[in-house]
Structures are given as structure tokens and as C-alpha cells.
């Protein structure tokens, strides 16, 4: 019983930067690096693409309950492209870079886990 309550605070300790002490590290990182990369949106034509069943033309035969021969159409499932505009923050990748490494760093400082992520 000993054993446990030495390792409570270092199960404690692990766990904060994976938690409630990451988060509010983060969130705080957040809005210090908000203000200092500012979002940079740009509109931007992308290519999506959709799925649709188209009949082949051909058909298969089967027997219903009662015997009947019944034809039944094959499909091909066709990959279908269409346009979309989407906005894209272009500095999102170097002010998130910056979040992470701030709010570890303030994760390793504050709670002394070399772990934090």
C-alpha cells in the first residue's frame, strides 16, 4: 500500500502535462501567438471528388420466390471530380509549430516532466 501513495504524485506529475496542465499551457500559447502570426486566409480552387453508381449495361439473372428468371443491373461505382473553394489560413502550419513548442516548454518548466506533449 506504501508503494502507491509514493508513486501518487509522480503518476500525478505524468499525467498534468497530459491533461488540464497542457491545455491551459496551450491555450494560453494560443493566444500569444494568435497575436503575433496573425491568420493569413486565401481563397483557393481545390478538386474534391464523389462516388456515384452508374449501370454497366450488363445484367445478371436470378430466380425469385417464385421461380421467375428476374434481371438485375451490374453497376461500376465512378469516381466523379468537382471544384471547391476553400479558404486556407497560410500561416497556420508555422503559428502552430510555435503553439506546440511553447506550451511544452511551459508544460516541462511548470511541472518538471520532461514528457509533456
Known sequence: MNRYLLLAPFILTVNACGTVGYEAEKSYCTALWIEKIPENPQQRLTTRYRYELQPTGDFNYKLDQNGNSVAVPNY?????????????????????????????????AKFGNPACE
Do not use: G
Open 76 to 108: 461500376n461505382r465512378v469516381r466523379i471530380p468537382y471544384p471547391v473553394v476553400e479558404s486556407v489560413d497560410l500561416n497556420a502550419k508555422r503559428r502552430n509549430s510555435h503553439i506546440t513548442a511553447c506550451a511544452k516548454r511551459a508544460c516541462q
